[in-house]
């Protein structure tokens, strides 16, 4: 099949299409129009998270059409399906964010249920929301059938009283209106130019993070990321990559092929690069999971610690996601990494190129200081920073970029919800020095895993960013900046030791050395794990009890089945 005609009798579509057995399968197809030559040829999915929940989807239907036309062109038919999304952004700050990684599940099962149940022999994906870019990756590497990934684009920055913002402002300023220091007219101002189009969130938060990771991990096309979503050359992308997938077929190259340790270790370096989100530390382990390698929060934080932070965006920058587009995208990072030696050039692209070959032309914009020459980085060390010690056997993350001071200690104020945590911040009912712990939200804890923006931008906007700490065995937005510690494992929900500290005990945060620890010693953590006693979640029926009685560590991923290494036949092999 490489580089030549597509033999149909080795793809899985033949077990819906050929033999005289399949007469009542075809009749569905030409039911639905197709013709006796269409019926023939690849069925390639075409997949979306369309859907009207958030301005990161409503542009992907759009973009889906013109995907569809570069299948055909390509000689291949093309099957539109949509799954579904939660927005972080309005999931946030209440109990709807518990559905937000359990959606990145959804996403990928029910895309591998569509895909298994119609024989699809090929994948383009399109997506937008922070959990549905890596739910498509982590179902084409499951199926490891010829998959081409793109992302849907951010969203334009918004301009408030002469400034570019964000949605990341709109969470501070219900931080300072609760300070007295916005007037509600001035915060009803700033949310209605906040998200002046559609797209994702600007800045480099998760989704414009795992945007970077496929053009990196080589899932995507180069610059495919970059456009924001308004801009019509994202549909010249969109076609591109449904022409794409089809020359996979023929060269017979698979995400399996792509998605190598070598292309993890890549993605992980754009992340640390661009001082990206620490959700990026989550997908990661889950996208390696799906090929079966064993990619964890260890591996991840020591890459991230070796790696120079060069790429000045949002939260703990000053620019966005149109910024870096607008002087050559993810490929300008991509191309000082490799030239500084932190880039495996060797690596297989959907291109069926390597990412050196794939670079080869790109050059180093003039007259901007949105991304900086790898020999002048903003920091030596990466923007997100691994953790460890007996407050986190399992480890911790932590985003430093922007950061000036990386080393807290102070006395614990622990919360046992978001909800508890949200409402003393506040009432002001915390003091400086403090680190406010917030427990029993991780995967299975929560359940769910919920991110914390909005008692992160409270306390932001009071104030106090840079004078207090925050340390969760849940997660925090791609949009949060200040001392915010996440994904501290074990969780409280399996007895963790996060989950048997006190009010007062002594934390210290020490980002130079990777330690998070407590000052309390073995020999009294034991005896008040003798006393602890597992708490039962409010969710005792439906999705969310079900992703708790599955759902591992955050360590490895967070992930709900055995992963590619459990496998006895992949898809790709029917």
Same mark, same amino acid.
């Given at each position: 099949?490489?580089?030549?005609?597509?033999?149909?009798?080795?793809?899985?579509?033949?077990?819906?299409?050929?033999?005289?057995?399949?007469?009542?399968?075809?009749?569905?197809?030409?039911?639905?129009?197709?013709?006796?030559?269409?019926?023939?040829?690849?069925?390639?999915?075409?997949?979306?998270?369309?859907?009207?929940?958030?301005?990161?989807?409503?542009?992907?239907?759009?973009?889906?059409?013109?995907?569809?036309?570069?299948?055909?062109?390509?000689?291949?038919?093309?099957?539109?399906?949509?799954?579904?999304?939660? *927005?972080?952004?309005?999931?946030?700050?209440?109990?709807?964010?518990?559905?937000?990684?359990?959606?990145?599940?959804?996403?990928?099962?029910?895309?591998?249920?569509?895909?298994?149940?119609?024989?699809?022999?090929?994948?383009?994906?399109?997506?937008?929301?922070?959990?549905?870019?890596?739910?498509?990756?982590?179902?084409?590497?499951?199926?490891?059938?010829?998959?081409?990934?793109?992302?849907?684009?951010?969203?334009?920055?918004?301009?408030?009283?002469?400034?570019?913002?964000?949605?990341?402002?709109?969470?501070?300023?219900?931080?300072?209106?609760?300070?007295?220091?916005?007037?509600?007219?001035?915060?009803?101002?700033?949310?209605?130019?906040?998200?002046?189009?559609?797209?994702?969130?600007?800045?480099?938060?998760?989704?414009?993070?795992?945007?970077?990771?496929?053009?990196?991990?080589?899932?995507?096309?180069?610059?495919?990321?970059?456009?924001?979503?308004?801009?019509?050359?994202?549909?010249?992308?969109?076609?591109?990559?449904?022409?794409?997938?089809?020359?996979?077929?023929?060269?017979?190259?698979?995400?399996?092929?792509?998605?190598?340790?070598?292309?993890?270790?890549?993605?992980?370096?754009?992340?640390?690069? *661009?001082?990206?989100?620490?959700?990026?530390?989550?997908?990661?382990?889950?996208?390696?999971?799906?090929?079966?390698?064993?990619? =964890?929060?260890?591996?991840?934080?020591?890459?991230?610690?070796?790696?120079?932070?060069?790429?000045? /965006?949002?939260?703990?920058?000053?620019?966005?996601?149109?910024?870096?587009?607008?002087?050559?995208?993810?490929?300008?990072?991509?191309?000082?990494?490799?030239?500084?030696?932190?880039?495996?050039?060797?690596?297989?692209?959907?291109?069926?190129?390597?990412?050196?070959?794939?670079?080869?032309?790109?050059?180093?914009?003039?007259?901007?200081?949105?991304?900086?020459?790898?020999?002048?980085?903003?920091?030596?060390?990466?923007?997100?920073?691994?953790?460890?010690?007996?407050?986190?056997?399992?480890?911790?993350?932590?985003?430093?970029?922007?950061?000036?001071?990386?080393?807290?200690?102070?006395?614990?104020?622990?919360?046992?919800?978001?909800?508890?945590?949200?409402?003393?911040?506040?009432?002001?009912?915390?003091?400086?020095?403090?680190?406010?712990?917030?427990?029993?939200?991780?995967?299975?804890?929560?359940?769910?895993?919920?991110?914390? /923006?909005?008692?992160?931008?409270?306390?932001?906007?009071?104030?106090?960013?840079?004078?207090?700490?925050?340390? *969760?065995?849940?997660?925090?937005?791609?949009?949060?900046?200040?001392?915010?510690?996440?994904?501290?494992?074990?969780?409280?929900?399996?007895?963790?030791?996060?989950?048997?500290?006190?009010?007062?005990?002594?934390?210290?945060?020490?980002?130079?050395?990777?330690?998070?620890?407590?000052?309390?010693?073995?020999?009294?953590?034991?005896?008040?794990?003798?006393?602890?006693?597992?708490?039962?979640?409010?969710?005792?029926?439906?999705?969310?009890?079900?992703?708790?009685?599955?759902?591992?560590?955050?360590? =490895?991923?967070?992930?709900?089945?055995?992963?590619?290494?459990?496998?006895?036949?992949?898809?790709?092999?029917?």
């Amino acid at each position: 099949m490489k580089g030549g005609k597509i033999d149909k009798a080795m793809l899985p579509s033949r077990h819906v299409t050929e033999g005289p057995e399949r007469a009542p399968h075809r009749s569905f197809y030409y039911a639905m129009g197709l013709t006796e030559k269409e019926i023939h040829q690849p069925f390639v999915g075409v997949v979306t998270t369309w859907n009207e929940a958030a301005p990161c989807n409503i542009t992907l239907g759009r973009q889906a059409q013109w995907a569809k036309k570069g299948v055909k062109a390509a000689g291949g038919t093309p099957r539109e399906f949509t799954t579904i999304t939660v *927005t972080d952004g309005i999931a946030m700050g209440h109990q709807g964010m518990k559905s937000s990684l359990i959606s990145r599940e959804v996403i990928a099962d029910s895309t591998e249920l569509t895909v298994r149940g119609h024989c699809y022999d090929a994948l383009v994906g399109l997506a937008g929301c922070d959990k549905s870019l890596p739910g498509l990756m982590m179902a084409m590497v499951r199926l490891n059938i010829p998959s081409v990934f793109m992302y849907g684009g951010s969203i334009l920055p918004g301009r408030f009283r002469g400034k570019d913002v964000t949605v990341m402002d709109v969470f501070e300023g219900v931080g300072k209106y609760a300070a007295g220091e916005m007037k509600p007219a001035d915060l009803h101002e700033l949310e209605c130019v906040a998200c002046p189009s559609a797209g994702s969130c600007g800045g480099q938060f998760t989704a414009n993070t795992m945007a970077c990771v496929s053009e990196a991990i080589g899932l995507a096309l180069p610059g495919s990321a970059g456009a924001p979503a308004p801009y019509e050359t994202r549909d010249q992308y969109a076609e591109a990559s449904g022409k794409q997938v089809m020359e996979l077929i023929r060269l017979g190259i698979r995400p399996r092929d792509i998605v190598t340790r070598k292309a993890l270790e890549n993605a992980a370096r754009v992340v640390a690069a *661009t001082g990206g989100s620490t959700n990026g530390a989550l997908h990661l382990p889950a996208i390696a999971h799906e090929a079966g390698i064993r990619f =964890d929060l260890d591996d991840v934080a020591r890459i991230f610690k070796s790696t120079p932070y060069i790429a000045d /965006l949002k939260p703990g920058g000053r620019y966005v996601a149109k910024d870096m587009y607008q002087i050559g995208g993810v490929q300008v990072v991509l191309n000082e990494l490799f030239k500084g030696g932190y880039i495996h050039g060797d690596c297989l692209t959907v291109t069926g190129k390597t990412i050196e070959q794939n670079l080869k032309g790109v050059k180093f914009p003039k007259d901007q200081d949105v991304v900086r020459p790898i020999t002048n980085p903003i920091t030596p060390t990466g923007g997100v920073v691994g953790l460890k010690g007996n407050l986190a056997p399992r480890g911790a993350i932590v985003k430093v970029a922007g950061m000036h001071r990386l080393k807290h200690v102070g006395p614990a104020r622990v919360f046992d919800s978001e909800e508890a945590a949200f409402e003393a911040v506040q009432a002001k009912k915390y003091k400086e020095g403090d680190v406010i712990v917030i427990r029993y939200e991780g995967p299975k804890g929560g359940p769910g895993m919920r991110e914390m /923006l909005s008692t992160t931008s409270a306390i932001y906007g009071q104030g106090m960013g840079e004078k207090v700490a925050l340390l *969760t065995d849940g997660r925090f937005s791609g949009a949060t900046r200040g001392f915010c510690v996440g994904h501290v494992g074990p969780e409280a929900a399996v007895g963790g030791p996060i989950g048997l500290i006190k009010n007062g005990d002594i934390v210290t945060i020490d980002a130079v050395k990777g330690i998070l620890s407590v000052d309390v010693s073995a020999r009294e953590m034991a005896a008040r794990k003798k006393k602890w006693k597992p708490r039962k979640t409010e969710y005792q029926s439906g999705a969310l009890w079900k992703y708790a009685q599955t759902v591992g560590d955050a360590h =490895d991923g967070a992930v709900t089945h055995p992963g590619g290494k459990a496998e006895v036949e992949c898809y790709a092999d029917i």
